[in-house]
């Protein structure tokens, strides 16, 4: 799915009461927030979804696979993502859209 893709969804789920373009801005202000947090150290937490968080990557020796030399490889953070429970599950049992309006939580439980 591509950003337009799913700007599109969101605007379908909202209904006619807001633009696509309007629907944009938010998908767009909703990333900006992540990045930022993110670049901060911060982590997120949507409860039902998942966790972003960084994690720091220790410097480490790898391989040059065409030649075999030792590289080194410093020492780096780097965005991470943990789905939830809820979303595992979803994604295992293929489940289709959820409903507009419902947390994603509540589709789950039986």
């Known amino acids: 799915m591509t950003k337009a893709e799913l700007v599109e969804q969101v605007a379908d789920a909202v209904g006619p009461s807001v633009t696509k373009r309007e ?11 992540l990045t930022e947090a ?3 150290g911060d982590g997120i937490k949507l409860r039902g979804f998942g966790t972003f ?3 720091h990557r220790k410097a480490r ?14 020492a780096r953070d780097v965005p991470v993502f943990k ?4 979303l ?10 959820a409903v507009a309006g419902e947390p994603l939580g509540a589709i789950d439980r039986p």
């Open 23 to 33: 629907c944009g801005l938010m998908v767009d202000a909703f990333l900006n927030a």
């Open 38 to 40: 993110l670049a901060r």
């Open 53 to 55: 968080k960084v994690r």
């Open 61 to 74: 020796t790898g391989r040059n696979p065409r030649t075999g030399e030792a590289v080194e490889v410093p």
């Open 83 to 86: 789905p939830s429970r809820h």
């Open 88 to 97: 595992r599950s979803r994604v295992e049992r293929g489940c289709g859209v």
